[in-house]
């Protein structure tokens, strides 16, 4: 299932900043409110980079609760969100064996799921559609490494620097992984059309 | 390389040209070029005024890039299990502050264990050498 996702307005932005503080102080009812508007974000991050629904909710959960545990150590040098997609990647990271036994399973269910978008106006945005139903399942195809990399690149905006410390390799194997993973997408949706 | 031959044999419905280096090139340029990082050399852009397929390589990596950059304004929905987690806090314990403060009791008790241990040696080795 899939939904837009507007920027927060800064009202929730100040509301999320009194959670945050509340939360590093070890409320865990503010953490709570804080896991309710990001978690969406979190396991939408960890599905992409798993390709496994299951896998997915269980990274979200782990990264959920390494962020309760390491609250107190935020210093809010970055946005609470970016905090915790960090978090996430390396949740992920660490699982990546787990992912790698499941790859298969789940690829058809992520695509076969129903999209309200679709039922509510197919003719404005079914174009749109069925290139990201394609780039999912050409998404999916790619290794576990070029899979994070264009993830985490291209669709997070993240530097080759972020992402090599993250994925714990070196910033020249990054950019090269991301040209083999471009090389492979474009080629997967040449075959797809 | 086959694959894209024989692909582009059966859209074009005839025999094609096969790559050139300078297409090759061009495919290893194509990323950077789209994606900002990087002008694509002028030798490079003039083959790609001229080359088809250069082309239709270049649009399908924008397409790809522009793809990807649609998906970060989407959001899955997270399962329902997920909001375990909403009261998941108060089982899995406190946060990060409690050990904190139990590693710091830890270290300070360690501490004063060792100096009481280092008077009481330092007194003994004194008694034992003090003249009678």
């Known amino acids: 299932m899939t939904s837009g996702n507007p920027r927060p307005s800064p009202k929730v932005e100040l509301v999320s900043d009194e959670l945050v503080e509340r939360a590093r102080q070890g409320d865990a009812v503010a953490f709570s409110e804080l896991v309710a508007i990001h978690q969406h974000e979190v396991y939408t991050l960890a599905l992409r980079l798993v390709g496994n629904s299951a896998l997915a909710a269980d990274v979200s959960q782990e990264a959920l609760i390494r962020a309760w545990r390491a609250m107190a150590r935020f210093r809010g040098d970055a946005a609470f969100g970016t905090w915790l997609h960090r978090i996430t990647v390396n949740a992920a990271w660490t699982q990546r064996s787990k992912a790698k036994r499941h790859l298969y399973v789940d690829l058809g269910a992520i695509e076969d799921r129903p999209d309200p978008v679709l039922l509510n106006d197919p003719a404005s945005v079914g174009e749109r559609l069925e290139m990201r139903g394609r780039l999912s399942g050409a998404i999916a195809q790619l290794s576990e490494t070029q899979r994070a990399v264009v993830v985490l690149r291209d669709v997070y905006g993240w530097s080759h620097a972020e992402i090599s410390d993250a994925l714990s390799i070196s910033v020249t194997a990054a950019k090269v992984r991301l040209h083999r993973a471009h090389h492979r997408l474009r080629d997967l949706l040449r075959e797809s059309q | ?132």
Not at chain 2, 41 to 68: K, N, T, V
């Open chain 2, 1 to 132: 390389m086959t694959s894209v031959l024989s692909s582009l044999r059966s859209s074009a419905g005839g025999l094609v040209r096969p790559p050139t280096t300078w297409c090759l090139l061009v495919g290893l340029f194509v990323y950077s070029a789209e994606s900002g990082g990087r002008l694509l050399p002028q030798p490079l852009r003039s083959h790609l005024d001229g080359c088809l397929r250069c082309q239709a390589e270049m649009a399908r990596e924008r397409q790809l890039i522009r793809g990807l950059a649609a998906m970060a304004g989407e959001v899955e929905v997270a399962p329902t299990s997920l909001g375990l987690i909403e009261y998941g806090a108060s089982q899995i314990g406190d946060n990060a502050a409690l050990p904190r403060k139990r590693w710091v009791l830890g270290a300070t008790l360690a501490s004063v264990s060792a100096g009481t241990v280092g008077v009481v040696v330092l007194v003994g080795r004194r008694l034992r050498t003090a003249p009678i």
